[in-house]
């Protein structure tokens, strides 16, 4: 087994891994910023060092720091998280390269699921379903116009090193194809140097869909269900669901096998996530991208299947087998988790850090609180804005919904706002209620769900 | 699905007694259904029953005696 | 931090079930960790790998140098050679006092201003946390 991981991270995901690794008697390293001092994980440590300036650039993006406290500290292996350099395959090859067992896929497979085109090809050959569109780059208008005649109206123009939205155009007619492809490409130029286009069908109004699976070097692959992430606003996750409703029990079983395959096209190892697009048919599905890490959300699978994802990563970095086969995994019940941001949804949603004056977390039968936060404690302002998350496990979808609205009535936290509110209002709106969320529904609603807390908080102000 | 076990997934989604659940009972006037409360009521009657109530008939499940009529022909 | 707050501090350690406890400020640090017999001490003795006392911060109270760099300390340029300062040597702006090493690439550490170097804080090929207090001096 490993005996001393160094944990390349921070905030709550560092302590999801520190949690594992002391239950497998695995020693942890945490690295922190000077910003992040008095952070929990620090001081539950075997050993913390401090390795650079609150910037992350110069501390938790700082490999050569990363590399050299690991091996000062002794550390056998690197646990990189999810964000930072979970999916930096240079990263990846410089911790091997120093003898350190990065916890996660080589570098050479996190190339190969990262770029889009080039799995988009993968997939295609592993006979795994990829929304239609051009057969590799689209290098001029013409072709662009021809593939898009092809593949049928309306189209997206994509950077093939894009990624987080940049560098992407829709295109419903070939009227407006050229000006849309001159600058999707020249903010591919300006984003990611580099100006590779490839061009794919638009889904309207899908589904999105991402099934969990775990690779270990023995060739076991497996799938563990799926995750329902449609509750997002410009790309960010606010609420996450397991299983997808919307998913028979067929198309889960092919929707997983095509995972199952994903996964081997890439001979993925470690526990990684295929995203499908689930088109409003509710039958035909595509691949959209595999992220080679753990997921923020991996904690509504673990829910639901009673697997420790984290417990398997530690075991697969440390060269066991999967001791979980397929005929395992069961999806028992159903599995909630809202994501708790330091950020104010009525100033569009502007994050706001500071320090905690007074804070309880919901309890109880089937809640699970992930966060690294405790009274008196200082979100910092450099990082991301999460400060926790909530997950409930209940039989039933409903009951599961019923829970989880008692949470965010449980949770208190002052000394800074959150999106707590909006969750709770989402969690009473009948479309949420009945499963028929899409991608699209956040920014639908957001004006009647803001709208509605204003009303309740009047009400209150007024009582 | 037997009436019995209809009765109970309404007493325990609307929180209603179980005396006041007979078949010509109405869930809004007599159970006290809200809109949300007969959204849910549908979720829970799906879970159960193992079918998916298209949202069109869900308007149509007015008293007790629609959900066991609706059950009874749209088996899982 | 006054004595006070640190037997407060001790006191409320004491209560919690945290295994160690390390606080750290502009000028001062303390690290407690709990010995002896854990509570379900499995075969071998839970023996904790932090330090069991926090080592007392070395006396002469002056400005410190710090670690610009997270990496290994080293006092002189090469093993064989004499270190490049001892206390009570007087310095230069801009010397080199001692190297800091990050994956084999070799870092000098210079000296702020001309002083006098009144305490060596780190031994020879200790791992040195950024920021960390690496000698003390007195500017002149």
Redesign the interface.
């Known amino acids: 087994m490993l005996k001393r991981v160094l944990i390349a991270n921070r905030g709550e995901i560092a302590l999801r891994v520190l949690r594992a690794c002391r239950e497998l008697g695995i020693e942890t390293v945490a690295v922190y910023s000077q910003a992040d001092a008095e952070a929990l994980h620090v001081q539950l440590a075997t050993q913390s060092v401090c390795i650079g300036p609150a910037k992350a650039s110069e501390s938790y993006l700082n490999q050569t720091a990363l590399l050299t406290a690991a091996l000062a500290t002794g550390c056998d292996g690197i646990h990189p998280g999810y964000g930072f350099l979970s999916e930096n395959a240079d990263f990846a090859d410089a911790c091997a390269a120093a003898g350190l067992t990065f916890i996660g896929p080589s570098g050479d497979t996190i190339r190969k699921a990262g770029s889009k085109s080039a799995a988009r090809d993968l997939m295609r050959a592993a006979g795994v379903p990829v929304t239609p569109g051009s057969d590799g780059p689209v290098s001029s208008v013409e072709e662009a116009l021809a593939a898009a005649e092809s593949v049928g109206y309306p189209v997206l123009l994509k950077a093939s090193a894009g990624g987080g939205g940049r560098g992407i155009r829709r295109c419903d007619n070939a009227q407006i194809l050229p000006a849309a492809y001159a600058e999707a490409k020249a903010e591919a130029k300006a984003c990611f140097g580099d100006d590779e286009m490839y061009l794919e069908k638009l889904v309207l109004a899908p589904r999105h869909i991402e099934f969990q699976v775990l690779a270990d070097r023995h060739g076991n692959v497996i799938h563990l269900g799926d995750r329902d992430c449609s509750v997002q606003r410009r790309n960010q996750k606010l609420i996450e669901e397991a299983p997808a409703r919307c998913l028979t029990p067929a198309l889960r079983e092919e929707m997983g096998q095509a995972a199952v395959r994903a996964a081997r096209a890439v001979n993925y190892e470690g526990a990684g996530t295929v995203e499908f697009l689930l088109d409003a048919d509710g039958e035909h599905f595509y691949f959209m991208e595999m992220n080679t890490r753990i997921q923020v959300e991996h904690g509504v699978t673990e829910m639901i299947t009673g697997v420790d994802l984290v417990r398997q990563q530690l075991r697969i970095a440390s060269g066991l087998a999967l001791d979980v086969t397929q005929a395992d995994i069961h999806l028992e019940g159903h599995s909630i988790e809202c994501r708790i941001n330091a950020e104010d949804p009525t100033k569009n949603f502007q994050p706001c850090p500071g320090q905690v004056s007074f804070l309880h977390f919901p309890g109880g039968a089937g809640v699970r609180v992930d966060s690294c936060l405790y009274n008196g404690c200082t979100l910092s302002p450099y990082y991301d804005s999460m400060a926790a998350k909530l997950l409930v496990h209940a039989p039933t979808r409903l009951e599961a919904i019923r829970k989880m609205r008692r949470c965010l009535e449980e949770f208190t936290l002052e000394g800074f706002p959150t999106n707590a509110e909006l969750s709770y209002q989402i969690l009473y709106h009948p479309i949420f209620v009945r499963g028929g969320c899409t991608t699209a529904f956040l920014d639908e609603h957001l004006p009647e769900l803001l709208d509605f807390s204003r009303r309740v908080e009047e009400h209150e102000e007024g009582v | 699905m037997e009436f019995e076990k209809v009765r109970d997934i309404i007493v325990e989604t609307l929180g209603c007694d179980a005396e006041q659940v007979t078949p010509t009972a109405s869930l809004a006037d007599d159970l006290g259904a809200d809109s949300l409360a007969s959204v849910e009521l549908v979720m829970a009657l799906e879970e159960a029953a193992g079918v998916t109530i298209d949202d069109a008939d869900v308007a149509n499940l007015k008293t007790v005696g629609d959900i066991m009529d609706y059950l009874a022909a749209h088996k899982a | 931090m006054t004595n006070q707050e640190i037997y407060d501090l001790i006191a409320c350690f004491e209560r919690s079930s945290?295994?160690?406890?390390?606080?750290?400020r502009q000028d001062f640090s303390i690290e407690l960790s709990r010995g002896g017999a854990a509570a379900a001490a499995p075969a071998a003795p839970a023996a904790m790998?932090?330090p069991a006392a926090a080592p007392a911060p070395r006396e002469a109270d002056g400005e410190a140098i710090t670690a610009p760099?997270?990496?290994?300390f080293y006092a002189a340029p090469a093993p064989d050679q004499p270190p490049f300062v001892k206390v009570g040597d007087r310095v230069k702006k801009g010397q080199t006092v001692c190297l800091i090493e990050?994956?084999k690439?070799m870092s000098e550490v210079p000296a702020p201003c001309d002083c006098i170097i009144e305490a060596v804080l780190k031994d020879n090929g200790e791992?040195a946390?950024?920021?960390?207090p690496l000698l003390r001096y007195k500017p002149c």
């Open positions: 945290l295994q160690t406890l390390r606080l750290s790998p932090a760099l997270v990496g290994t990050a994956m690439m791992l946390a950024f920021g960390e």
